[in-house]
Structures are given as structure tokens and as C-alpha cells.
């Protein structure tokens, strides 16, 4: 997500502005000031503000003056002027002041993004990935389709090895989606802190899960979708797929027979309830014996097999290796 500030006093040209900024940069949030004054409150108030898009020629303080005032707080924001005034002497003055780029007026649309983009690092082919994915997740989302995500989120995770696209991924989501979800900042927080490495990578996963838990959650207490069984069940064992998960319990949770349940896993997955809890429960254990630094008795006790010998032989019967084998293939 980037966080961009425009400054504009004059109001059709910050609507132009406006639109092809949130019409060509995937996943910006937007915020305006017509002053000085006003942009200053707004960098006070941004937590990440990642571009300063201003006109120098403002109600005071000047886009100068608000330019210094963003480099005396030390931070790194990156800025782009847009100026009337082709004056040698203030575009000096300008990158005295680390002003990434300025840009003369009238602006063509094609040499501002142009700018934007080279200004932002932005990767066309991660951005088009990044729409792609939010895309996938909304129908996801709209479908109820919880084990899709989260294959999607692990995915995301895996392939990025970074907990950034993942994360802002959630948040475009949740924010398109209009949802209010109490635990958001909490988990923003944790996310940012935590570095991408096998140390962290349990916990980075757990917090991804919790935080799509709380998404789906808070869309079926609202009744936002209609859910048939066989996701109701789905979602209830992949929001608990770290505890012990008994077919008359899940059942239970989705509101059908026991006898039916299993006989809707014969259906739509060709195995047994058992198997396929099995299955998911290894699913995982793959991850976390490839990716993170649990050791094996660990990763037992956290899918909820405290017979670490038991846990050995389901996971080489479904992988047709033990847990050490798996790991030392997979790390060399």
C-alpha cells in the first residue's frame, strides 16, 4: 500500500491529479491538503507517508516550507514538486531539500506517471500480480472460499518471502470490502515488526491466519454471503486446524448430521473425513518443516499429535518420508 499526500490549491487540477493517481497506482491510499497548513497536519497524522505530491505555489507555508518541515522530521518520504516556475535557482534549492523529482505545468498524464512510478520503484509485473491477487481474493471472499485463501495468502508469502504484499494484500481487501475489523491495527502491528526468516516464520503465518480469521468471521456474523455446508465445514477446520478436530464437532458447527458430513466428503473429495483432516494437517507440516526453525516435536505438539511417534508415521504414509527426511531434502 503506498500512502501519498497531494497538496493543490486549485481544485479541478487536484481533482485530475486525484484520479489518475488512485486510477494507475494499484493500492494507494489517498490523501489531500489545498494548504500548507493542512499538509502539515496530515504528515503529522500519517504513520508511513511514502509520497509527497505538492505544488510549491500554495497558501502559506509554501510547498517549500512544508518540504522542510517533512525533512526536519527526518523522514523519508519521497517528494515530487509540481512548479510552474522553470527556475534553475529553486530546482538547486529543491534537491537541497532530497526532492526526488519536480515536474513543470501544465503536466502531461503519461511523464506523471511516468515520474510516479520511477519515483515509487514501482514493479509493473508485481503491481499487475498484486491486482491479480486482490481480484482472487474478493471472489474468494465473496464465495466464502476459505481454503483458497488461505493456499493463496501461504502462497503469496512463500513466493514474496516478505511479509509486506501479504499484508497489504488484507488491508486492500478488508478496506474495498468495507469491513471494520477490531483486531486490525494489532495485527498491522505485529506483521511490521517481524522480519521474513525461519525464526519468524510460524508466527508470521499464525498472525496471517488469525487476521483472515477475523475477516471471514466478521462477513458470516453479518450474513454478508450464503454459505452451503461443505464451506461451513471447510471453515471451521481450517480455522482450527492447529486443535484436535472430530467429525461430530464439526458437524456440529455446521449445523448437518454427522452421517452427512462424511458422506459430503466422500462427495466433493473422494476420501474419508479422517483422511482429508489428515491431509490438511500435513499440508501445514510440509510448510513448517520447509520454512520455519520449529523443531519436529514442535510442529507435532502444534497440529495438536502429542504422540510425536504417531505424527512421524502419519506424515511418511501421506508424504512417503519422515518429518527429518522432508527436511533435509527440502533444505538442501
Not at 503506498?2 to 479541478?12: G, H, K
Not at 512463500?158 to 478488508?174: A, F, M, P
Request: proline share 2%; with cysteine.
Amino acid at each position: 500500500m503506498y500512502n501519498i499526500l497531494i497538496v493543490e490549491d486549485e481544485q479541478l487540477e487536484m481533482a485530475a491529479l486525484t484520479k489518475i493517481v488512485s486510477e494507475h497506482i494499484v493500492d494507494a491510499e489517498i490523501y489531500t491538503a489545498s494548504t500548507g497548513r493542512k499538509a502539515i497536519n496530515w504528515i503529522d497524522s500519517i504513520t508511513e507517508l511514502d509520497l509527497l505530491l505538492v505544488d510549491l505555489n500554495i497558501p502559506l507555508p509554501n510547498g517549500l516550507d512544508v518540504i522542510r518541515y517533512l525533512r526536519e522530521k527526518n523522514l523519508k518520504t519521497k517528494v515530487i514538486v509540481l512548479t510552474a516556475n522553470d527556475d534553475i535557482n529553486m530546482a538547486c534549492n529543491m534537491f537541497g531539500l532530497q526532492v526526488n523529482n519536480y515536474l513543470l505545468k501544465p503536466i502531461r498524464t503519461s511523464k506523471l506517471l511516468e515520474v510516479l512510478k520511477t519515483t515509487l520503484s514501482i514493479d509493473s509485473e508485481k503491481e499487475e500480480r498484486f491486482e491479480e491477487n486482490k481480484q482472487e481474493m474478493l471472489t474468494f471472499l465473496e464465495n466464502f472460499e476459505y481454503v483458497k485463501w488461505i493456499e493463496r495468502i501461504t502462497q503469496n508469502l512463500l513466493e514474496d518471502k516478505s511479509v509486506n504484499h501479504s499484508k497489504d494484500l488484507l488491508n486492500t481487501v478488508i478496506r474495498l470490502k468495507g469491513l471494520e475489523l477490531e483486531k486490525s491495527a494489532k495485527y498491522n502491528q505485529q506483521l511490521s515488526i517481524m522480519k521474513y526468516d525461519r525464526k519468524n516464520f510460524y508466527n508470521i503465518l499464525r498472525t496471517l491466519i488469525n487476521m483472515s480469521n477475523d475477516i471471514f468471521d466478521l462477513l458470516h456474523r453479518k450474513n454478508l454471503v450464503k454459505v452451503e455446508p461443505i464451506l461451513r465445514a471447510q471453515y471451521h477446520i481450517e480455522r482450527h486446524i492447529f486443535d484436535e478436530l472430530k467429525l461430530d464437532d464439526v458437524a456440529d458447527h455446521t449445523f448437518i448430521s454427522s452421517s452427512y458430513l462424511s458422506r459430503l466428503y466422500r462427495k466433493y473429495f473422494g476420501i474419508g473425513f479422517s483422511q482429508y483432516i489428515i491431509e490438511r494437517k500435513m499440508a501445514l507440516a510440509k510448510i513448517l518443516l520447509r520454512y520455519s526453525d520449529l523443531q519436529i516435536n514442535q510442529i507435532s505438539i502444534e497440529l495438536s499429535y502429542n504422540d510425536l511417534n504417531y505424527f512421524c508415521r502419519l506424515f511418511k504414509k501421506v508424504t512417503g518420508k519422515t518429518p527429518s527426511e522432508y527436511r533435509l531434502t527440502e533444505d538442501s
